[in-house]
């Protein structure tokens, strides 16, 4: 028998997203965020929502861009604390030691250090309650070399991203492969 938890944003697990983007004087910004993935297949998309008090949402808004970066577990206490302080008070790429590299295609930086980047333009502002959805239209993914698997798409076991368990706010890295996708079922 199930028990009642009540409305709750309960899926496990949610990626750990770190968002860059400038703000209305040039100043880059890094922001955790766990509430995102993505949303289209074609064009290429992805949501992330923010809450309308945080620096980046009205960087977003201002400039129509974010970045997504995507960090190893090697770098989980930068991306814990890029969604502990605020962008207003700090240049967290500095206090990081992070190298902020300018997009080429969207308004926006992402970190040179960080093996996995998507830039995006914004194409969609959804208003929710307490947050505000983005979809950003991902002009282009950019990987280091050594994340990369066999098929145009880096490796989930190189690239080790870190996974957010809400509720119980813990932090978790990717597990063991259980089957391959659009196989396993064909057993059933």
């Excluded at 949402?57 to 400039?63: D, E, T, W």
């Excluded at 080429?104 to 502002?125: I, N, Q, S």
């Excluded at 076991?157 to 391959?180: F, H, M, T």
Aim: charged share 25%.
């Amino acid at each position: 028998m199930k028990k009642s938890i009540g409305a709750k944003t309960a899926i496990y697990p949610t990626p750990v997203l770190v968002i860059g983007t400038y703000d209305k004087t040039g100043k880059p910004n890094l922001a955790t965020v766990a509430w995102g993935g993505v949303c289209c297949s074609r064009p290429p998309c992805v949501a992330v929502s923010l809450r309308k008090a945080t620096y980046s949402h009205a960087n977003i808004v201002a400039r129509k861009a974010f970045t997504v970066n995507i960090l190893s577990v090697a770098r989980l206490a930068e991306a814990d604390y890029y969604g502990m302080a605020s962008g207003r008070e700090e240049n967290k790429f500095s206090r990081t030691g992070v190298t902020p590299v300018k997009s080429d295609l969207v308004d926006a930086p992402y970190g040179k250090e960080f093996p996995l980047v998507l830039e995006c333009r914004l194409k969609h502002t959804v208003e929710l309650g307490l947050h505000t959805q983005f979809v950003g239209e991902i002009l282009d993914a950019k990987a280091d070399e050594a994340v990369m698997g066999d098929n145009e798409y880096p490796d989930i076991e190189k690239l080790r991203p870190i996974l957010y368990a809400p509720g119980s706010q813990k932090y978790y890295a990717v597990g063991e492969c259980v089957g391959d996708a659009f196989s396993v079922g064909k057993s059933i």
